[in-house]
Structure formats: structure tokens, C-alpha cells
């Protein structure tokens, strides 16, 4: 993901939602990185689900965010993790 696509995306939440506004973030990670992703929501309860095979792992938070730019440094941080996919 570029700069370009964080700033398509940023635009995209502030037409669909008014901030603050409960986000939902959804990833798929390789299983063991679980804890790498849940460390970026310190203060926020993971809900977690294993793949069939134990391959994966998705991972669900919920987080009240106070505007676009917070949803966006959350993925930002969220794609230095090898493997993750964001939904």
C-alpha cells in the first residue's frame, strides 16, 4: 500500500463515517504473530479465530477512533507485520 492509497482511503472514512466513530479492523495474520498485531491496540480486546488448517489466524478490534488519520496510522503500523493481510 502507498501514500496514495492511505490518502484514497482516508477520504473514503471521512465520507462514510462521523468521527469519533467505532471502527472495526479486521487482519488475517500468520498464526504466531498474533501478539505482534494486538500490540498495536494495547487498550483494546482482540477477538481472535483460527484458520481450518492452523495456518492463520484472523484477528478482530474494535477501537473507538477520534478521526481517518488514527484508522490509517493503525494500518500503517499494522503493514510492517510480514504476512498480515488487512480486510
Known sequence: MDEQWFDNFKIQLDQYYAWPA?????????????NELKALFPTHTATERP????????????????????VVEFY??????????AL
Open 22 to 34: 467505532l471502527y472495526t479492523f479486521k487482519f488475517i495474520v500468520p498464526t504466531g504473530k498474533e
Open 51 to 70: 484458520s481450518r488448517k492452523g495456518n492463520y489466524t484472523s484477528v478482530t478490534v474494535e477501537v473507538m477512533a477520534p478521526n481517518s488519520e488514527a
Open 76 to 85: 500503517k503500523a499494522a503493514t510492517k507485520i510480514e504476512g498480515i493481510v
